[in-house]
């Protein structure tokens, strides 16, 4: 039995090939993607997850390649899922939310300073204030990301996941 569906379908968002990033909304409009140095600074960041500090706040780069990406309610708060490989959305965002983390080792784990208020993630090559977007709402305590990379091989199902929480 599948906890997912495809009638279940989340918003998810891709670059043109770049970097995509994850900025409070109301910073959005800061972001000046290909018509200042901010693309070139978020293609130089290295791993799954980085940040750049702006005087408005800090930015999150999805590093590595660029991949589909949606946010998800698991048990223990909001995560960012990236798309590596999977047959579907549904087995993928199945395998995204039953994930036991606690028996995975994090790949990465970042110290962030982020406030509890809405984000929106876009494509870095973009303008802010234009471009598309997705947009979810952070809780209180968001401090500590932790980047898991999530295979199941029985389904066939390759995802990075970043668990926003504590």
């Given amino acids: 039995m599948s906890v997912w569906g495809e009638e279940l379908a989340r918003p998810w968002i891709e670059s043109t090939g770049g970097p995509l990033i994850v900025v409070p909304r109301a910073c959005r ?5 290909i018509t200042n140095s901010d693309y ?4 130089g960041v290295t791993g799954y997850l980085n940040v750049l500090n702006r005087h408005w706040g800090q930015v999150l780069v999805l ?7 949606c946010v998800i309610q698991r048990p223990e708060g909001l995560a960012v899922v990236r798309w590596m490989y999977g047959p579907s959305e549904g087995e993928l965002l199945n395998v995204a939310m039953t994930a036991d983390l606690g028996g995975l080792v994090p790949v990465e784990t970042l110290r962030v300073t982020l406030r509890a208020e809405p984000y929106v993630i876009l494509d870095s090559s973009d303008v802010g204030s234009r471009a598309e977007s997705i947009e979810f709402t952070l809780y ?9 990379s999530v ?11 970043h668990s926003l929480g504590r």
Avoid: N
Wanted: hydrophobic residues 35%; aromatic residues 8%; negative net charge.
């Fill in 140 to 148: 209180e305590g968001a401090d500590v990301i932790r980047t898991y």
């Fill in 151 to 161: 295979k199941d091989e029985a389904r066939e199902v390759w995802l990075i996941l």
């Fill in 63 to 69: 590093g590595d390649e660029p991949m589909s990406t």
């Fill in 29 to 33: 409009a800061e972001w000046k993607g």
């Fill in 40 to 43: 070139d600074e978020a293609c």
